[in-house]
């Protein structure tokens, strides 16, 4: 969904080229969890039984169901704001000195960040956890937006990162 959103076309125009799609329904679509496997109905039925056999089926689902169907009717459109987020993001990143993001593209919701080498970022991970901050380190940094990030969480990211760099 983040790339047709991106690209401004139906889901459909993307999807036609493959024989099996998933789709997540949280974090950017907003559900509490759940995923959508779309494909034949071969596909599916060996996936349903694949499923069964390691014990992934769920009793009295319909409440995820429903959030899920929520997610898809009310928030793929607002996907938009996470891409706008996300270069919002990457533009903050830019702002400290270590971190630099235009060797790559910032299309959705993904931001990548190339980190100078004297940045412990395992320690600083470290520090912004005791602020309920969390983030893996690696180099390239990755950062994704998502429903629940706004600007202010990214504002507060930015002068968190700040001050312990």
Same mark, same amino acid.
């Given at each position: 969904?983040?790339?047709?959103?991106?690209?401004?076309?139906? /889901?459909?125009?993307? $999807?036609?080229?493959?024989?099996?799609? @998933? /789709?997540?329904? @949280?974090?950017?679509? +907003?559900?509490?969890?759940?995923?959508?496997?779309?494909?034949?109905?071969?596909? /599916?039925?060996?996936?349903?039984?694949?499923r069964k056999v390691l014990g992934g089926g769920m009793r009295q689902a319909g !409440?995820?169901?429903?959030?899920?169907?929520?997610?898809?009717? &009310? &928030?793929?459109?607002?996907?938009?704001?996470? &891409?706008?987020? =996300? =270069?919002?993001?990457?533009?903050?990143?830019?702002?400290?000195? +270590?971190?630099?993001t235009s060797t790559f593209q910032i299309d959705t919701n993904i931001v990548y960040a190339n980190v100078a080498e004297h940045i412990d970022?395992?320690?600083?991970?470290?520090?912004?956890?005791?602020?309920? !901050?969390?983030?893996?380190?690696?180099?390239?940094?990755?950062?994704?937006? &998502?429903? +629940?990030? $706004?600007?202010?969480?990214?504002?507060?990211?930015?002068? =968190?990162? =700040?001050?312990? /760099?």
């Amino acid at each position: 969904y983040n790339a047709a959103v991106k690209l401004g076309v139906d /889901i459909t125009e993307i $999807t036609q080229y493959f024989d099996s799609v @998933s /789709i997540c329904l @949280s974090k950017g679509l +907003g559900a509490p969890v759940g995923s959508l496997l779309l494909g034949s109905k071969a596909l /599916i039925d060996k996936a349903r039984r694949w499923r069964k056999v390691l014990g992934g089926g769920m009793r009295q689902a319909g !409440m995820l169901a429903a959030a899920g169907q929520y997610a898809l009717e &009310h &928030h793929v459109a607002r996907l938009a704001e996470d &891409h706008d987020n =996300a =270069a919002y993001l990457a533009e903050q990143l830019n702002t400290l000195a +270590g971190f630099d993001t235009s060797t790559f593209q910032i299309d959705t919701n993904i931001v990548y960040a190339n980190v100078a080498e004297h940045i412990d970022l395992k320690a600083v991970a470290h520090a912004l956890k005791e602020q309920n !901050m969390l983030f893996s380190p690696g180099k390239p940094l990755r950062l994704v937006t &998502h429903l +629940g990030v $706004t600007k202010q969480d990214i504002d507060s990211f930015i002068s =968190a990162l =700040a001050a312990e /760099i």
